[in-house]
């Protein structure tokens, strides 16, 4: 599941895969443990609070404020094909942080620490295999 990701190593087994299939459904999930109720976002297979590997997938709303963003003009191999690109660090309503490529609904210019976001899952449709993503935009856009 997770080569959906496409440019990224991933080892070949995780109790987390699910994420790629809510994630290609239109849905960001992040985990709840069973055990304390500690919640994360990415999901966690295993909790940081008290190390107990049972959780369940629980929904985020992808809102949010952003945290920090940077505009990459030299490229990591591998992204070499995609220039110049932003990418900005979100933290999330119900707890978790992420990072996501910054979508065309925010201007650079209009860019400021501690505004509110809306995450939006993402599928590059035109390249096989899918390739899933999500990007940060203005609030209401999808």
Known sequence: MFSWFGKVSFVPY????????????GRLMGSECSK???ATFPPRADCPECRSAD?????????GTLF?????????????DLG?????????????????WLGDSIAESDIQ????????PRIFEEI?????????????VD
């Open 14 to 25: 995780t109790k987390v895969s699910d994420f790629a299939v809510h994630l290609r459904e």
């Open 36 to 38: 304390c109720g500690f």
């Open 55 to 63: 959780f369940t997938y629980r929904q985020v709303s992808g809102r």
């Open 68 to 80: 920090t963003w940077s505009r990459i003009d030299a490229a990591p191999t591998g992204f070499e």
């Open 84 to 100: 110049t690109y932003t990418v900005a660090v979100v933290d999330l309503e119900e707890g978790g942080r992420l990072l996501g």
């Open 113 to 120: 620490i501690g505004m509110s976001v809306q995450v939006v």
């Open 128 to 140: 096989e295999p899918i390739k899933l993503y999500y990007t940060v935009e203005a609030p209401a």
